[in-house]
């Protein structure tokens, strides 16, 4: 029995020094990173048109031209913080030095608030006036909006595969609070029956009450209705990639249906952080909010209003394990605090960031491996080339100078094509429907870009120079 103990024992160190050794889960590197890139524009919920920005974050010296890619959402109700936050900051650089590139992105903020605000002179600087909203809905709306956001940021980083030397099939997210509910919807709504009612065209809204202005929390230009929201997936890029997901890691987040985990034949990965001291959002099932109000604020202060309930870490591990052998495969690390209500940091933040980091990526690194992609095998040198043998496409020329001539066979037409630049910004995007397609270039900067064609499951690029 004792030989038996430690032949346990020493298996255990095996997995766990193996597992450890995966690729993309140490830090091994130095990064750099690229401040506000521009991965299109979409408009809030107050109809004005906003540009999305991201940062993005690269490993230096690993000579790998299929890094696994990493979207982070950060948290603030969806009315408030940006990509600057420093938690969300602290996971890029880390992934970074780990060998993946990552977008640290904005989404669209904004809820119409509350035409009935109050407070007390004890409630001011410790509540969020931005997160006093009208209703129910507007929240389901506010991430469904962000959730379109992300999947156009997943898009955009695909077709970036050649500037970053990425791997597109290794596409992850991950956030924390409202960045956790982003990430979770958009790993998961695969199908416009997953569209919440609310995101329909719906009644329109009474005025704020007039305190916000003293906030910045109302856009003036809001004309106060409520439009359809439009297709799960945007508007951004959708000539380009799909936005499917490996993984998806939600910090404190959490789902307000589990029924969005039903429906998909091979769903991503979950990891799953949760506090039961979490105030803010119930790491079981509750409504959003409310244990602050009456745990914290002891009813002195203005209730945030009519959150919807919704399923926080610990709801949705329940839920999976009620699923079995169909539910997503998944890691959780639940703390049950539920007593321990701390109001100053609420229980809604990571109780160790490196440790949790280290095990989110852990779990994707397994999928990683198990997908074929290990580092020393995949970097193949880009040539240059005017054929793409795979789907026989040829270019007229190149450098270019006035037109793009793309020419192609009739088996390969309705492949998609997208000329990019070199900071990976969009200059033109369609698809191949006959022999010969001419796209003028006149009019744009001489230098360097990139033609990405894609075609069903292969996808070739063509490095281009126009004079």
């Given amino acids: 029995m004792k030989h038996l103990y430690f032949l346990l024992l020493f298996i255990l160190f095996v997995n766990i020094t193996l597992f450890s050794q995966l690729p993309y889960t140490q830090t091994e590197y130095q990064f750099s990173s690229i401040s506000d890139v521009s991965y299109g524009t979409a408009t809030n919920y107050a109809g004005t048109e906003v ?33 600057t936050n420093e938690s969300l900051e602290y996971m890029s650089q880390e992934l970074a030095k780990r060998g993946w590139v990552v977008a640290n992105v904005n989404y669209r903020l904004g809820m119409n608030n509350t035409n009935d605000y109050s407070t007390n002179a004890f409630c001011t600087g410790i509540t969020e006036p931005c997160a006093f909203m009208i209703d129910s809905m507007e929240v389901e709306r ?35 609070s409202a960045g956790g509910f982003i990430s979770l919807s958009a790993g998961f709504t695969n199908d416009i029956s997953k569209k919440p009612a609310s995101c329909y065209a719906i009644t ?38 799909d936005a499917s997901l490996k993984g998806v890691g939600s910090f404190f987040g959490g789902v307000i249906d589990v029924n969005l985990f039903d429906g998909l034949s091979d769903p991503p990965g979950v990891y799953l952080y949760h506090q039961g001291s979490d105030v803010i959002i119930h790491y079981d099932y509750g409504q959003m909010f409310k244990r602050i109000s009456d745990d914290c604020f002891f009813g002195l202060c203005q209730e945030y209003g009519p959150y919807p309930h919704a399923y926080g870490g610990e709801g949705i591990r329940k839920h999976f394990d009620a699923l ?7 890691f959780s690390e639940i703390l049950d605090n539920m007593g321990a209500n701390d109001c100053l940091a609420n229980g809604h933040a990571i109780d160790d960031p490196e440790a949790r980091l280290q095990s989110m990526v852990n ?34 020329e190149n450098p270019i100078h006035h037109h793009l001539n793309i020419q192609t066979l009739p088996e390969f037409f309705g492949a998609s094509y997208i000329l990019l630049d070199i900071s990976g910004k969009s200059i033109c995007a369609g698809k191949l429907m006959s022999e010969e397609t001419s796209v003028k270039v006149t009019d744009i900067p001489t230098g360097m870009y990139f033609l990405n064609v894609s075609y069903k499951n292969t996808n070739q690029v ?6």
Wanted: glycine share 6%; with cysteine; charged share 20%.
């Fill in 51 to 83: 540009d999305l920005l991201m940062d993005i974050y690269k490993p230096l010296g690993d000579n790998n031209c299929q890094r696994p890619i990493m979207i982070l959402a950060h948290g603030g109700a969806w009315v408030t913080d940006d990509k």
């Fill in 142 to 176: 506010a991430n469904f909006r962000a959730m379109q956001d992300a999947k156009g940021a997943i898009r955009f980083m695909k077709s970036r595969n050649m500037i970053d030397s990425t791997d597109v099939n290794n596409v992850f997210m991950a956030g924390e």
């Fill in 204 to 241: 329109d809204v009474l005025a704020p009450d007039s305190d916000f202005a003293d906030f910045a929390c109302t856009d003036t230009n809001n004309d106060l209705s409520r439009p359809d929201l439009g297709d799960i997936e945007g508007t951004l890029h959708l000539s380009t990639y």
């Fill in 324 to 330: 079995g052998a169909s539910a997503p495969s998944s």
């Fill in 363 to 396: 779990f994707f690194a397994d999928k990683i491996a198990t997908s074929g992609n290990m580092p020393s095998d995949m970097c193949m040198p880009v040539g240059n080339n005017n054929v793409i043998p795979d789907i026989n496409i040829t270019l007229s």
């Fill in 462 to 467: 063509f490095k281009l120079v126009k004079n």
